[in-house]
């Protein structure tokens, strides 16, 4: 915590923001909608280890704790966001194969399609919002938003294709 502190220091002062420019900042804020926020978060993150518990083979791993495996979660979003590479990949499939003796490479294969229900459900609620919601795009934005949102669907549908079908297409490993 102390290094994270530090950095963010240096990062704050490198910027000209101080304590003055943060208090501003604080007092334009409504604190109430700051706790909201923190609060949907702190729970989205044992919605994703429940959805990754659902994903792990094993009777010893559908019994895994909820709030461990989002403990788990958080640990590797910490990792990830820490260190280059999917370093918080490695640490959360390390623990629950520590932890439950689900084998590492299936629990990384449970993260992995974890990761594409993930996608998929942020792009079904993106292409929603889009599409339900009035909002004033430039048309150059709008054009980037699809190409990006079916190369991302094509993607999603690829790896979930590969996840759920690995034998007829074994023979490109």
Known sequence: MLVVLVFAGIALSRFGLGGDTLGEVWARTRPEGVLLAMAVISLSQVAVALRWR???????????HPLYLAGA?????????????????????????????VPFADALAGLAVSR???MSSALVVAGAGLVLVDVAL??????ALRGAGVLAGLGALTILGLAVFPRPVRWLV
């Open 54 to 64: 659902a994903l792990l083979p094993g009777p010893r791993a559908a019994r895994g």
């Open 73 to 101: 979660v958080c640990v590797g979003l910490v990792f990830n966001y820490a260190l280059p590479g999917p370093v918080g990949e490695l640490a959360k499939a390390g623990m629950a194969n520590r932890r439950y003796g």
């Open 116 to 118: 594409i229900v993930g």
């Open 138 to 143: 430039e048309p150059v934005f709008v054009q």
